[in-house]
């Protein structure tokens, strides 16, 4: 499964300059364009990693934020192992300049010369996001490597005996290419582990199956203290001769009876009263929508502007990074955490094959609410320009959005939690920019693969481990070569 992890660190203010310089010469060193094409040499060695970013938020009301946000494969022991073989000098560097580098507990790890892991230091800032959504959710790295050089290989295959390939009909070709890939990768005479539809369907259920046990034993209870008590009542199972357990049975029978009766009276008069025109909370919610004050017009900086478009659209992916305050009190931080926490919830029952909306152009995003819930950071991995991806997002996604986002300061004026909003496109772009900030560290494992990209390979080679197939299944798979 791929997991997404954040570390947050508060800067000194007084190190904030010594930090930059860090991190660039970090990005620098890795990131020298070689021949004009992104080298990345340490970083290509982290077996697990897909994206990696570093970036410093700096806001008014707060000391600069450093953030480290990791998309990766498996566990993050194993993860923050390979990314300390490969730059635990220069993450020592960069987080001696922050406030936790200073506390008594880790302050003997930031002195001169100590050579002690990293991995504690790590462990203990790393925070998972409050919300998530992956685009290729059952292809690993090592999937995505795999299977884009045989692609490449078909391509070249297909190129220069192309001649033989064309005289065959779909399931001919199919059968033909099976018996030159079976002669040439290995790996094909092997289960695939997991296969895609075992990793789709795990990641799909993943967020309901750690709650079936619980929901099956509280409903066999249920159903057993409630066949008890009919019973009971009945006159079949007197309680005679069990006094003591009878009666705890009798009254535990009477208070789910009482409660399962009570509890569906309460769903119908709220049903009832929000249909009638809604209770108190969602008055106060509708006035608070109705009045806030929202920022339509955000004075944009020119030369803000000029540093993003520099750094975008260099591959066929981009990145952004956005960070903005919650509104303040009490119903506003309930309703931004009940709504992550649903998104959190739903997003792989319905987006399990990447899709978000209509759109899967998202490789990793995610929202994470910061400290006491006061700020809410978002990062995304995706194709296309910034541009389209927020058109895309307006269009196809706009109640999404304003249900992660409507809770927070500037945000267009929604309306009942997920109308209005993001669909307010011109407000909700330049709102999305001036919450941007600079990318002073990204890398992709796979800089010129799109996620439809990822998930095509990964079908053809699912498509060459069958023996044979149906010609209309044959037919859609010849399509995606």
Known sequence: MPTIVDVLLEVNPESLKLMRERVQALANTEDPKINGVASFVRLRKIPQLHFISMQIFEDVHFDPLLVLESNFDGDSNVYWQSVLAQLSDDLRGIFACTKQAKQPKWASLFQPGNKDTLFPFLEAHSCPPSAKHFGAVANSRERIDRDRMVFDD?????????????????????????????????????????????AINDYKWSTLRPLAPKFELMMLFIALVFAIYVLR?????????????????????????????????????LALTLFLGGIAPFKILRHLEQSDFTQDHPELSPEQL???????????????????????????????????????????????????????TIHFAHWTLVGNTGRLLFLSNFDGSWQSYLDDFIDKAAHGLTLA??????????????????????????????????NILWYS????????????????????RKISLEQKEAEQWAVLL
């Not at 494992?445 to 998930?455: E, F, K, M, P, S």
């Open 306 to 360: 000029k540093l993003f478009a520099s750094q975008e659209d260099q591959i066929v992916q981009n990145h952004v990074a956005s960070m903005v305050l919650v509104k303040p009190g009490m119903l506003r931080g309930f309703l931004i955490r009940t709504a992550l926490r649903l998104l959190n919830f739903a997003v792989p029952i319905v987006a399990w094959n990447g899709y978000l909306g209509q759109m899967r």
């Open 233 to 269: 009542e009945c006159g079949i199972l007197p309680w005679h001769g069990m006094p003591g357990l009878g009666l705890i049975f009798y009254f535990v029978a009477r208070f789910i009876v009482t409660f399962i009766v009570g509890l569906m009276i309460m769903l119908f008069l």
């Open 154 to 198: 078909i391509q070249m295959e297909l190129g220069t005996t192309g001649s033989s390939y064309r005289q065959l009909d779909a399931k001919g070709v199919h059968a033909a290419l099976r018996q030159w890939a079976l002669e040439k990768y290995d790996f094909l005479h092997e289960a695939e582990k997991p296969t895609t539809d075992r």
């Open 445 to 464: 494992a796979y800089w010129d693969l799109t996620v439809n990209q990822i998930v095509r390979n990964a079908s053809i080679v699912d498509g060459l």
């Open 405 to 438: 986002w409507g809770n927070c300061v500037g945000f267009p004026r929604t309306q009942d939690l997920i109308f209005q909003g993001a669909a307010h496109g011109t407000e909700f772009k330049a709102w999305a920019r001036l919450s941007q900030t600079q």
